[in-house]
Nanobody, 118 residues
Framework: QVQLVESGGGLVQPGGSLRLTCAAS????????MDWYRQAPGKQRELVAR???????DYADSVKGRFTISRDNAKNTMYLQMNSLKPEDTAVYYC????????????WGQGTQVTVSS
């Protein structure tokens, strides 16, 4: 059984930083693209950043220059370094991965709350 577990969320002041971690565990043969999504209250879930197995990255315009996505393939772990946080970054952040366990499928983590407030 595959699990994605996020950690690192919390309360931070505007301008502050947080680092989110997503750890994948279970029977995993390959992890393809990994993504961070977020969902603010009353809004649709949106893609924040994506990283391919080869390390190619892509970001939502709203976070470019402030957030950095990375991954450690040996540890089946993905990170999101968030700097210069703004109140509008407040949301539940979800890890998403396209991976091959007993079959290829997409998996979601349970989410971690990020609150940016003074």
């Amino acid at each position: 059984q595959v699990q994605l577990v996020e950690s690192g969320g919390g309360l931070v002041q505007p301008g502050g930083s947080l680092r989110l971690t997503c750890a994948a565990s279970g029977t995993i043969f390959s992890i393809y693209a990994m993504d961070w999504y977020r969902q603010a209250p009353g809004k649709q879930r949106e893609l924040v950043a994506r990283i391919t197995s080869g390390g190619t990255t892509d970001y939502a315009d709203s976070v470019k220059g402030r957030f950095t996505i990375s991954r450690d393939n040996a540890k089946n772990t993905m990170y999101l370094q968030m700097n210069s946080l703004k109140p509008e970054d407040t949301a539940v952040y979800y890890c998403h991965a396209d991976l091959h366990s007993t079959y290829r499928a997409a998996y979601w983590g349970q989410g971690t709350q990020v609150t940016v407030s003074s």
